[in-house]
């Protein structure tokens, strides 16, 4: 999926006053044919996904079937935006926007905890994550030199939804 840049929430073009609802996306491929740059990366994948990831509250006491369960679905999610093609080889270096749209906001740490699901879905499959689609090498430092930026927006309640913005480096 791609969009206008004129509308992408971290360009430094975008006004402030932008709508996060009003972007508009295109098929996988249109963003590989016309990168979009982003703080010295190019826009590799734009994912629209139907559901607002969880607090670090909500998974950190899970049963790990309960949390391999979560994070197929967050799978799930992924293949469904990616439409069904997964890349032939990982980006080696990414950076990552993630935009949380749901009722009410989290604190920080709640946030950016509960992004591991959906972490773990872009990252290589491995045999202590076989649900990785191989978008990212890995999300460690080395391959992902900067945490997730993250914002978080509000909706109406049963509308939450994730906006996952993946830069080349």
């Known amino acids: 999926m791609a969009l206008d840049c004129a509308s992408h929430p971290a360009s430094a073009d975008a006004p402030e006053s932008a709508s996060v609802c009003a972007l508009t996306f ?3 491929t249109a963003s590989a044919a016309s990168p ?38 967050w799978r799930l999610m992924v293949l469904s ?8 080889a990982p980006i080696q270096r990414a950076r990552l926007v993630i935009i ?7 604190d920080w740490d709640n946030a950016l905890g509960g992004l591991k699901p959906l972490l773990d879905c872009l990252v290589s499959a491995s045999k202590r994550n076989p649900d990785g689609l191989g978008l990212i090498a890995d999300d460690n430092p080395i391959a992902m030199p900067e945490p997730p930026y993250m914002r978080q927006q509000t909706c ?4 939450g939804h994730t906006e996952c913005y993946i830069y080349e480096l």
């Open 81 to 88: 935006a990616l439409k069904g093609g997964r890349p032939a």
């Open 156 to 159: 109406r309640r049963g509308q």
């Open 36 to 73: 979009i740059a982003h703080r010295g990366g190019i826009l590799r994948y734009s994912l629209l996904l139907p559901a607002a990831t969880p607090s670090n509250n909500t998974i950190k006491d899970m049963h790990f079937r309960a949390y391999q369960n979560m994070r197929q679905g």
């Open 100 to 106: 949380r749209h749901s009722a009410g906001f989290l």
């Open 26 to 28: 295109a098929s996988p």
